[in-house]
């Protein structure tokens, strides 16, 4: 027995016109909401984050249902972990009961490592964790729910993960003291990834790109070091991974504070299909109103309200966040998804995700529809 | 008149994609007369709108001859060229200016619909190319969308 009812064939109709809108140009009913239900979606649906990010099918159709449930977007996202990638490397991963997967050990432990450290080929990445992960869950969409089917190529941040490898301090004291061997790294673990983006798009013929930036961001490197080992990986990733077949969708998820690097992503690459987001200016969600200036015509903008007000928050809270952000970019050219800053955090109240979308009904309207 | 080859692979290719020898022709024509060409090593990249279409034709001389390595068409109005990001500097040299060309972005339109998408341009004269993957799939993928929801 499937572990979801199928969800209703008229409201994924409906759900998907209201998706495509933004990138054809023409408004549909309203504003459509994302609130990236990744194990908050297991939480929903009676499970542990654990469970979420172990059982592929299981975690993927929870989304699905929280989709219909929340009248959200018609994507199902999943993903094994953040850290992908990264085990085929060598890190080790410990599972929590109710929270991501963290590393228990890294891969590298001295900075010589990085010279020993070896690609992994397209063949042995077919048989690691992250892609027969993947297959699983997009296997099981594909077969049953064909109407959600869109294959994520999962990078995350090259630099993110690559810095997982040694640890996140060895890395930050790297990018100072030896940034060629810095280099060194992310260029091994981005060319590892895309030997994962060649197998998942020989199995699906396509796949969106998932990427953007964390480390590389305004609370732990500078702008010049934002541009070098950021901008830099996520352009050259997301060139390769078009010419490897990934995309033509691309959603870029800036994790974090950019205060101070916000506006060097627009060297990054934008096809017609490309999502923008950007996390925080300081502690505060980033403004929408400058984002909108500057990538506006670049990408189709999401929104970013706090994970912290969607976990801890008040449903009257979320409300007036996102009402706020939707009034700022609702006539933004290219359009504008609502959502959260981050993934939507593991117990995340019900009524906080209700009242993301209520905002979207009330605010979120086109007119004349 | 120059002589045209296309190989049997190519050959069969053109005539997926719609593009007869003449269009071929002349986009090479076009190329060689107005140097809007881009080059790298022996090959040449040309294209010329034709109609509604714009037609992509990679070739290299052979003596006399031209010998076609591929070919690719879209049909949407390609427009301004921004974003031009000078670290990211590509193979391909500009025919006009002899320098390399950058990645930049260029502006396409169809069916009332503008988006980016992502080009190689001269820094120079600002003459912007698209490759091939970016055409057939870029490209293809939104002439598609937007004609299913503008219909
Ligand atoms: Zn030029």
Not at chain 1, 43 to 61: M, T
Not at chain 1, 146 to 163: Q, R
Not at chain 1, 209 to 225: E, F, N, R, W, Y
Not at chain 2, 91 to 117: D, E, F, H
Request: charged share 25%; glycine share 6%; proline share 6%.
């Amino acid at each position: 027995m499937k572990f979801i009812v199928d969800p209703d064939p008229k409201w994924v109709e409906h759900a998907t016109k209201r998706f495509a809108a933004p990138f054809v140009g023409r408004p549909y009913d309203r504003i459509d909401v994302d609130p990236i239900l990744l194990s908050e979606a297991g939480y929903l649906a009676g499970f542990s984050a654990k469970e979420w990010y172990l059982n592929p099918k299981k975690g993927i159709a929870s989304v699905i249902a929280a989709h219909e449930a929340f009248d959200l977007i018609p994507v199902a996202h999943w993903w094994p972990t953040i850290h992908v990638w990264e085990q085929e490397l060598g890190n080790k991963l410990e599972w929590r009961e109710n929270q991501p997967p963290h590393i228990k050990e890294n891969a590298i432990k001295t900075p010589e490592d990085i010279d020993k450290l070896e690609v992994v080929s397209e063949e042995e990445i077919k048989k690691g964790p992250t892609y027969t992960s993947f297959v699983e869950a997009f296997d099981y969409v594909r077969d049953n729910y064909p109407n959600w089917f869109v294959p994520l190529y999962f990078a995350f941040h090259p630099e993110a993960n690559a810095s997982q490898l040694i640890g996140l301090e060895k890395f930050l004291v790297m990018t100072i003291r030896n940034p060629p061997l810095c280099h060194k790294l992310i260029q091994k673990f981005m060319e590892t990834s895309l030997n994962g983006c060649r197998a998942l798009v020989e199995r699906y013929g396509s796949a969106m790109i998932v990427t953007g930036s964390t480390v590389a961001g305004s609370d732990l490197l500078g702008p010049k070091q934002v541009k070098e080992f950021g901008v830099r990986y996520v352009s050259e990733l997301v060139k390769k991974a078009l010419k490897i077949g990934a995309g033509p969708q691309i959603w870029y998820h800036h994790c974090g504070n950019h205060a101070r690097d916000w506006e060097l992503w627009k060297d990054t690459i934008f096809t017609p299909f490309t999502v923008m987001q950007i996390g925080y200016e300081g502690r505060k969600p980033f403004p929408l109103e400058k984002l909108k200036q500057l990538y506006g015509r670049r990408a189709t903008l999401m929104g970013n309200v706090d994970t912290m007000v969607a976990y801890s928050g008040s449903p009257t809270q979320v409300y007036e966040m996102a009402k706020e952000q939707i009034l700022a970019a609702k006539d933004s050219p290219y359009g504008f998804i609502s959502g959260l800053a981050c993934e939507c955090p593991h117990g995340s109240p019900p009524a906080n995700i209700h009242a993301l979308v209520r905002a979207a009904r009330d605010f979120g309207k086109y007119e004349g529809d | 008149m120059v002589e045209i080859n296309l190989s049997a692979e190519v050959r069969k290719l053109a005539e997926e994609r719609g593009i007869p020898l003449e269009q071929v022709r002349e986009v090479v024509q076009h190329g060689e007369e107005t140097k809007e060409k881009l080059l790298l090593d022996d090959q040449t990249l040309a294209k010329k709108r034709i109609g509604t279409t714009t037609v992509y034709v990679v070739y290299r001389r052979a003596g006399e001859a031209i010998d076609v390595v591929t070919v690719y068409s879209h049909r949407m109005e390609e427009r301004e060229v921004s974003d031009f990001v000078p670290d990211d500097v590509q193979p391909w040299r500009c025919g006009r200016c002899n320098k390399n060309v950058v990645r930049a972005s260029m502006n396409v339109s169809y069916l009332g619909i503008t988006r980016q998408a992502p080009a190689m341009a001269c820094p120079d004269c600002g003459v912007g190319f698209f490759e091939e993957h970016i055409v057939n799939k870029t490209l293809c993928t939104a002439m598609c969308l937007f004609e299913k929801k503008r219909a």
